[in-house]
Nanobody
């Protein structure tokens, strides 16, 4: 049984930083992708950052590129999302997700259907 458990959300002031963690348990594939998504109230879930478990190939949304960094520690089965320079438009529930790398995946890394497993989400709030 695959489980993803996120942690690290919270309240931060604009311009501040947070680091989210996602521990993956039970995933048997050696080649998979880990994605971070977010969903704000009244909005669709959107991809933030995606990284491959094997070669480090990654995708970042334009809205976070240069501010957020997605990294992985395969020995710990953990992925991290370092979020710097947080803005008032960043608040949302942040989810990590995992899925096997299918052919052509990197032409559609934001497609939610590519991800088979999801964490429970962690709230990020940005407010002064």
């Amino acid at each position: 049984q695959v489980q993803l458990v996120e942690s690290g959300g919270g309240l931060v002031q604009p311009g501040g930083s947070l680091r989210l963690s996602c521990v993956v348990a039970g995933f048997t594939s050696d080649h998979y992708v880990m994605g971070w998504f977010r969903q704000a109230p009244g909005k669709e879930r959107e991809a933030v950052s995606v990284i491959s478990s094997s070669d480090g190939t990654s995708y970042d949304a334009d809205s976070v590129r240069g501010r957020f960094t997605n990294s992985r520690d395969n020995a710990k089965n953990t992925v991290y999302l370092q979020m710097n320079s947080l803005k008032v438009e960043d608040p949302a529930v942040y989810y990590c997700a995992a899925g096997p790398i299918q052919p052509g995946f990197w032409s559609r890394p934001t497609n939610i259907a590519e991800y088979d497993y999801w964490g429970q989400g962690t709230q990020v709030t940005v407010s002064s």
